[in-house]
């Protein structure tokens, strides 16, 4: 049972507590279920301060390998740290609708970060700290944030841009880090401020955060989300991540990072709201060191990429070598789990539900599995999340005439949707295209049964998808391109056993330039360097001359065809 705190600030909100149905099967519950969404909701409000007052020793949140030595953070710390850093940016100026950049990690400075920003009314823009140069500069300059945390691992790539960046004049460093001139230590400077702050009030459509994701054209793309977002999440995270069921004993878990949607999004955040905590991890994932982090913390959910579970699948001895029993729901998402890894997943973890998930930044949590009401199929993703109406549209006309069973373009109802995103940040043509007819059109393709089952068939554009992470090739194209040896570079997905699909770059060079492996070694640095890590190609083939239509656009469906041929 999901026992929360209520006041009249913060009533239940009866619809997201599924758990505490007693539901005989998929099509009662989603027939029952109706929205409700307070014109009033913060989200900091809900998933700290209510559980902060009534149970401030409730543990929010498990850090492994804490560099504060605490390991363990309660509801009740994690509001003191938030209130005073929601006095010390107020006292810098900044409040209602000012960006925040949170560059951290798993770590608790991350989520304190991000609720202090809410508590002002102020947006926060998670920022992944794999980005190079370009990929940080862009993002804090075309937000326009204000202030900004920096983890150690980022602080270098952040000092390189630092100069570049106008707007920003509040920066807070995190982790082992000597600050510079106009940086201030995070818990240093909170020393100094008021552990009491009263949460703005927030309407529900008001910006919460700016989420950027890369397509295939353009600049990487701000995902605007108001705070009902978090709401939108609910129905599909009790049916697909929890099985239904709430307990005493619940951990969650997830190696997707904190600053991308799938860690903050839908695993962190909604673990808050009911009052769960989620153990937090940032060493490099290798496989087999889950096992132990399971039967340390005695993680019951977790969601992880197949790429993730492909590589615990190469870890048998590990796996027998733990106490694996406390799992109850494995979720997955971003690229097809396969029956082999439902098979190991079955074994392994005595039993435990397996379900597939799909989704994007624009709009999460949609469609999903949940084995206890039998709402699953082999091969297939799931069925609509609770309010959500999924349809295959035609991908002219983006209209719903296409039959069960035939592949059209995945689209969800926008309007009234809490789920979906308000519009892109300063790009509303770029809106415009994404949503027509009254549906957000998610640019991918699939077919639905005639039982409401979603199978995922292909991207519609170009994006490339290797290891969960969606990746822009335009945006690698560029940052080759910037490279003094190459003159051109055209990128496609290329199959792969471990991350599903990685990139491969197919590079042009320069006049006198002679190719050579040290020639690609450097070129898949500089890669990594100016964006992030997991976007580098980790193929580079050289070629006389790229494949272009008749208005110079690089045909990648050439390249895709010249790949095949081998």
Not at 360 to 371: I, K, R, S
Not at 436 to 442: A, D, S
Request: net charge negative; glycine share 10%.
């Amino acid at each position: 049972m999901s026992d929360v705190p209520t006041t009249p600030e913060t009533p239940k909100l009866d619809a997201y507590h599924l758990d505490e149905g007693d539901w005989e099967s998929y099509d009662q519950l989603v027939e029952s279920f109706e929205w409700e969404i307070p014109d009033e909701f913060n989200i900091a409000t809900y998933i700290c301060d209510r559980w902060a007052e009534a149970d401030p020793d409730r543990t929010a949140l498990y850090i492994k390998d804490d560099q504060r030595g605490k390991g363990e953070y309660t509801f009740g710390e994690i509001q003191t740290a938030a209130n005073r850093l929601a006095n010390y940016f107020e006292s810098q100026g900044i409040g209602r609708g000012d960006r925040i950049g949170v560059n951290v990690p798993q770590k608790a400075e991350s989520v304190i970060g991000h609720v202090a920003a809410w508590k002002l009314g102020a947006v926060s823009v998670p920022l992944s700290t794999l980005f190079g140069t370009e990929g940080l500069r862009y993002r804090l300059d075309d937000s326009g944030a204000s202030a900004c945390l920096i983890d150690e691992s980022t602080i270098d790539v952040y000092r390189s841009v630092a100069d570049d960046l106008d707007d920003l004049g509040t920066v807070l460093t995190v982790g082992d880090v000597a600050p510079a001139d106009g940086e201030t230590d995070f818990w240093d400077t909170l020393e100094g401020y008021s552990d009491e702050f009263e949460t703005v009030t927030t309407n529900a459509e008001d910006d919460l955060t700016i989420f950027y994701t890369s397509g295939t054209t353009g600049d990487p793309k701000g995902v605007r989300h108001a705070h009902r977002m978090h709401l939108g999440h609910l129905p599909l995270f009790s049916m697909w991540f929890t099985s239904l069921e709430l307990t005493d004993n619940d951990v969650y878990w997830t190696p997707a990072s904190w600053t991308w949607m799938g860690g903050l999004g839908i695993v962190v955040l909604p673990a808050m709201y009911y009052g769960k905590p989620t153990v937090g991890w940032n060493d490099q994932f290798e496989g087999e060191d889950v096992f132990g982090l399971v039967e340390e913390y005695g993680i019951t959910n977790y969601w992880i990429p197949p790429t993730a579970l492909r590589m615990m699948m190469q870890n048998e001895e590990a796996a027998e070598a733990h106490d694996l029993s406390s799992v109850r729901t494995i979720t997955s998402g971003g690229e097809s789990l396969g029956q082999t890894i439902v098979d190991w997943v079955k074994d392994t973890f005595a039993g435990a539900d397996i379900h597939e998930g799909y989704g994007q930044t624009e709009a999460n949590m949609l469609v999903g599995g949940c084995m206890p009401l039998d709402a699953h199929r082999p091969g297939k993703i799931g069925k609509a999340a609770p309010g959500q109406e999924v349809r295959i549209l035609d991908p002219d006309t983006a209209e719903p005439t296409v039959e069960p069973g035939e592949v059209g373009e995945i689209g969800v109802r926008y309007e009234g949707n809490p789920v979906c995103f308000k519009q892109y940040w300063n790009k509303p043509e770029k809106t415009n295209r994404k949503v027509r007819n009254g549906w957000l059109l998610t640019e991918d393709l699939g077919t639905v049964d005639e039982d409401g089952y979603l199978e995922f068939v292909s991207r519609k554009d170009d994006v490339i998808i290797s290891s969960g992470y969606r990746i822009g090739p335009e945006e690698i194209e560029d940052s080759l391109a910037g490279h003094d040896a190459v003159a051109d570079a055209g990128v496609i997905g290329v199959t792969d056993d471990e991350r599903g699909e990685v990139p491969k770059a197919y590079v042009t060079l320069a006049a006198e330039v002679e190719p050579s492996d040290s020639l690609v070694d450097e070129l898949q640095q500089h890669v990594k360097d100016r964006l992030a890590k997991y976007e580098y190609p980790r193929h580079v083939e050289f070629i006389d001359e790229l494949p272009r239509t008749a208005t110079g656009k690089i045909r990648r469906t050439a390249l895709e065809d010249r790949q095949a041929e081998g």
